[in-house]
């Protein structure tokens, strides 16, 4: 009978709960990308791509018009008029299973739309926290958004911390500080993601721990 040895025990458990585990593709927890929703209402609108993409929401709080122009290297995004001070995009996810946390957008506005915006997180809809303090958002010149070629300087990403991780649920909002200077100055954004690391499972710890103490004892 051929012998098993304790690191290929460990090593042949390890391959097994990794394969078990998403992949690193699967850390996209959330995407709306629009291009199907087609966001002409304030919404909820729902996320196209994502693990949790059933069950996570865009909406919008501006009490004007939402359309779906041109987006960000591509053909839609999420846009509305008539904002004031407080109003926001607003999106929901689930983090559970996940850390290392990130968020990306894009964002740009009309040369009456309102150009700076807070970024602010929840796990309850009700407490929020500030994690970017009055970003500026850039008026859409030269260069312009397209469907063909991403505007690189309007993607925005910023990492979130420990406190988000593993989460029932997770609500962002961008939070306009400032009302547009005309009722008819818009806002839109597009390409907004929300990405995380699978959390490894207590199994998986615990063996990754034991295969560290085998490779410890070795060096010994």
Not at 26 to 46: C, I, K, M, R, S
Not at 51 to 58: C, I, L, R
Not at 68 to 78: K, L, R
Request: aromatic content about 10%.
């Amino acid at each position: 009978m051929q012998k098993i040895t304790l690191a290929a025990a460990i090593a042949a458990a390890l391959a097994g709960v990794a394969s078990a585990r998403p992949s690193s593709t699967d850390g996209n927890l959330a995407a709306w990308t629009f291009e199907t929703t087609l966001p002409v209402t304030a919404g909820p609108h729902q996320a196209e791509g994502g693990v949790f993409a059933a069950t996570s929401t865009a909406l919008g709080s501006t009490g004007g018009t939402y359309s779906n122009p041109v987006g960000n290297g591509s053909a839609e995004s999420f846009s509305s008029n008539g904002w004031d001070a407080g109003d926001y995009y607003q999106f929901t996810t689930s983090t559970l299973g996940y850390t290392a946390l990130s968020i990306s957008f894009d964002q740009v506005r009309s040369s009456t739309g309102p150009g700076v915006f807070d970024l602010v997180a929840s796990t309850d809809g009700v407490n929020f926290m500030t994690i970017v303090d009055d970003y500026a958002v850039r008026a859409n010149d030269a260069p312009f958004w397209g469907s063909a070629t991403r505007v690189e300087a309007d993607i925005f990403k910023i990492n979130l911390s420990a406190s988000f991780d593993d989460a029932a649920t997770l609500v962002f909002r961008l939070v306009s500080q400032v009302a547009a200077t005309s009722t008819a100055g818009t806002n839109r954004v597009d390409n907004v993601f929300v990405n995380g690391v699978a959390v490894p499972t207590p199994g998986a710890a615990a063996l990754m721990g034991l295969a560290g103490l085998v490779g410890a004892r070795r060096r010994r």
